[in-house]
C-alpha cells in the first residue's frame, strides 16, 4: 500500500455521509480522500415531496456536500463519473480526468430511464426540483392555472400528488391546479397494503385529481403550450393528455457506467454487494444505497435502507483502510460489519394534510401522530449534516405537524 493511500468516496449520496462526515479521521491520519459527484447539494428525498408541497424552503431539504469535504480536508471534485475501471483501479470524469484509488466507495443512487425529452425526472432526486418553479409561479397569478401528469404512481409519485393536490388546495387554488396520476398498474401504490391504496386513491380524487390507472405512457412530446402526453390502456385504446410539466417518476435504473465497468450489476444496472456492502469480486470497492443491491436481501430502493447502511458503510471504509495499511492486504468479509436490514421495510408518506401515511409489511396507518413521527426523524436526521440550518430547532419544530394543505 502506498505511504498516502487514496479513498475516492464516489457519489455523496445518503449512505456516504457518515463516511464523509467523519473523514478528517482519515485525512488526520494522512489518508487522501476525494470525493466525486456532480452535484455541490444533496437533497434529501424524505423531505421532497413536502418541499413541492411548500411545508419546507429549498435550504431546509439540502445538504451541502463542498462544505462537509471543506471541513474534513476532503478534496471536492465537483464533476460527473464516467467510467470505473475496477482491476486498475481508477475512475474518470467527465472532464477525461483519470483518478486511482486504493479504496473505493460507491453511492451515487439511481437514474430513471428513458426520461424524454419534456418531462421533470425524479430521479436524480437534485432533478425534481424544476418543479418547484411553475408550481410558485402559478400560486403567485391568480389568473393562472397548471396540468401536470405524473407518470408513476409509485410511493413517489404518490406522495408527490399528494402534495401538490394538498398545496393548492391549502391556498384556495384547488380548481387551477389538473393534476393526472398515470400509473401501469391496476391501483396506485402497487404492492402497499390494499386499505394504503384506497386511502390515498379517496385523497386525491376528492381533491381533483384524476387516475389513470392500468395506462402506459406511449409518447411526450414538447409543444409551443405545454407537452402532450399520448397514452394507452390494454384495450388498445389510446387518449392525449395535455400538460405543462410532466414528472417521470417510474421506476429507478444503476447509471450505465457501472454497468460498463465489468463489475457483476442485476438485471436494472445496480451493482451486487455483499452483506457487508462490498462487491463480491473486488474487495477494495464498497457500494451502498440506491445503487447497491444485495442479491439475498429484497430491498426496496427507498432512503431508509441508505440510511442505516451509511454507518456501516463507514465502519468497513475505515477497517479496510487500516488493514491495508498494517497488513497489505484487505480484510476477511468476517471481520467486516454485515448489513442488517430492517426486517420490513417502514415507511411514512407525507399526505399533503396533517396525517403521516405509515406502513410496514402488510400493515398501515394514517394519523397525526405519524405526521409528527416523521418530521422528527427527518429533522433529526437531516440536523446532523445541516446544522446552519436545523441546528438551532428545538423539539417543538422538529415535532411540527405542518402540512401542504395548512
Not at 163 to 192: C, H, K, S, W, Y
Not at 285 to 302: E, M, N, Q, R, S
Request: net charge neutral; charged share 20%.
Amino acid at each position: 500500500m502506498p505511504s498516502t493511500p487514496h479513498l475516492v468516496l464516489l457519489g455523496g449520496g445518503h449512505a456516504m455521509l457518515p463516511s464523509l462526515r467523519r473523514a478528517h479521521e482519515w485525512t488526520g491520519a494522512g489518508v487522501e480522500v476525494t470525493l466525486i459527484d456532480p452535484q455541490r447539494w444533496l437533497y434529501y428525498s424524505g423531505m421532497v415531496p413536502e418541499y413541492l408541497g411548500g411545508v419546507y424552503e429549498k435550504e431546509d431539504i439540502r445538504i451541502d456536500l463542498a462544505r462537509l469535504a471543506d471541513a474534513a480536508g476532503v478534496t471536492f471534485v465537483q464533476e460527473a463519473a464516467t467510467a470505473l475501471a475496477p482491476d486498475a483501479r481508477t475512475v474518470t470524469t467527465e472532464s477525461g480526468t483519470e483518478m486511482s484509488f486504493d479504496v473505493l466507495g460507491i453511492d451515487v443512487g439511481g437514474v430513471n430511464p428513458a426520461v424524454p425529452h419534456g418531462a421533470v425526472a425524479s430521479k436524480p432526486i437534485s432533478r425534481i426540483g424544476d418543479l418547484e418553479p411553475p408550481v410558485r409561479r402559478t400560486l403567485s397569478n391568480p389568473a393562472a392555472s397548471l396540468r401536470l401528469v405524473v407518470v408513476g404512481g409509485g410511493a413517489a409519485g404518490t406522495e408527490v400528488a399528494l402534495n401538490l393536490t394538498g398545496r393548492f388546495r391549502g391556498a384556495g387554488r384547488g380548481a387551477d391546479l389538473t393534476l393526472t396520476v398515470v400509473e401501469q398498474a391496476e391501483q396506485i401504490l402497487p404492492g402497499f397494503p390494499a386499505g394504503m391504496r384506497t386511502y390515498a386513491t379517496e385523497r386525491l380524487r376528492d381533491r381533483g385529481a384524476t387516475l389513470r390507472t392500468g395506462t402506459s405512457v406511449d409518447a411526450v412530446t414538447p409543444e409551443s403550450d405545454g407537452v402532450s402526453v399520448r397514452v394507452s390502456t390494454g384495450r388498445d385504446a389510446t387518449d392525449t393528455l395535455g400538460a405543462d410539466v410532466v414528472l417521470w417518476a417510474t421506476g429507478t435504473v444503476g447509471p450505465p457506467f457501472l454497468q460498463e465497468s465489468g463489475l457483476s450489476t442485476d438485471d436494472r444496472g445496480f451493482l451486487h454487494a455483499t452483506r457487508q456492502l462490498r462487491t463480491p469480486s473486488h474487495p477494495r470497492i464498497f457500494a451502498a444505497g440506491d445503487c447497491a443491491t444485495i442479491p439475498d436481501a429484497d430491498l426496496a430502493k427507498v432512503g431508509v435502507h441508505a440510511v442505516k447502511q451509511g454507518p456501516d458503510l463507514r465502519t468497513n471504509l475505515d477497517h479496510t483502510l487500516r488493514t491495508l495499511r498494517d497488513h497489505g492486504s484487505t480484510p476477511a468479509a468476517s471481520a467486516l460489519t454485515a448489513f442488517r436490514p430492517y426486517p420490513v421495510t417502514p415507511l411514512i408518506l407525507s399526505t399533503g394534510e396533517h396525517t403521516g401515511l405509515w406502513t410496514a409489511g402488510s400493515l398501515w396507518a394514517a394519523t397525526t401522530p405519524l405526521l409528527r413521527l416523521k418530521h422528527w426523524i427527518d429533522r433529526r436526521w437531516i440536523r446532523t449534516y445541516a446544522p446552519e440550518r436545523w441546528g438551532d430547532a428545538g423539539w417543538r419544530r422538529l415535532m411540527g405537524a405542518e402540512a401542504a394543505g395548512a
